[in-house]
DNA sequence: CTGATAAAAATACTCAGTTGCATTTACGGC
DNA sequence: GCCGTAAATGCAACTGAGTATTTTTATCAG
């Protein structure tokens, strides 16, 4: 059961899926960074959490973090639910409702200054069922009320193809 | 068919929380008439169902469909899951997603023109969980999409309070 | 280095929704 | 009106995401 990182070098020559470097690996530098910038632990799970967020351009589930992690390091899935929450709560990601029941996450954009932003637009594929997030929804969208409703928080959300499924 | 309901009278004398009389009974009438434009079978579960979402001015989960029914018209949970995917399949009803990964369903207005309306706006309230269906979101707001994405649907969701919690 | 304690692991649970199958029922044909 | 059959219901067992609890591990301050 994988003693922890690394284990199983390089020898690996499985005929089917041979593994590639996951991407992952290279954002590891960068997820340690901002975990240093919040008031809590340091930890393994969470710079490998985040380093996988980092290295997506679509929202993920817990299940694909977990199975992404799987092979260099292997995260009890409960961790990562955690890990996930946590990473809400100290504002570096958000999570999004899915069709199918799902959360799934995605890092806040850094650039998009002082943001617990309450506002977002998603545009989910059903080609390749990936999730995308997408800018900011503009502060007035031609969209009326009816009288007395007080609303706080707005999603919007696009089902379609996406740039490379179309 | 239709003996089956009003079937244990007014004579309900409990102390507490005496069972008002349901609104949905006075939607039979107009549930089984729907139900009779479709091709399928017109049963006592499909017209409980629907009269039940025909008497709520707000989306009602399966849990909520089942309980207010359960006095007087009993159902097992699955079927009630099975008609609720009826409605939505015969284009009776939608089906929108909860943050609280729970599916809630709502009758489609009859007044919207041939909708297989692709375009839902609702508005989900914090203080009494409950979540109300809007007007069509308008064919044109001002919400542009990254080059290549190609939407089908569009759902905007809002979170707050309602008329009546404000 | 060491101890306090935050976080991870292990385990068991909840709950919405699904599936398989036996039984019942609506309804078209007679 | 009765009957055969496809369609629908009821029941029980299952799935899979997410949560709660308790024990173990590891971070980091002193």
Redesign the pocket.
Known sequence: MKTALASNGAKNTKPTKASPIPAYLARIPEAEAAIRLTA???????VAVLACLLSLDHAA???DVAQALARHHP??R??V???L??LVDVGIAHRIAGDD???RFMVNDPTASVQPHHQHAHFACSGCGQTFCLDDVPNKLNFKLPKGFKPAEVDLKFRGLCLHCA
Chains 1, 2 share one sequence.
């Open positions: 809590d632990r340091l930890t393994q799970p969470r589930s817990h299940f995260i009890d409960v961790t639910y955690r890990v929450e946590w029941r799902v959360w």
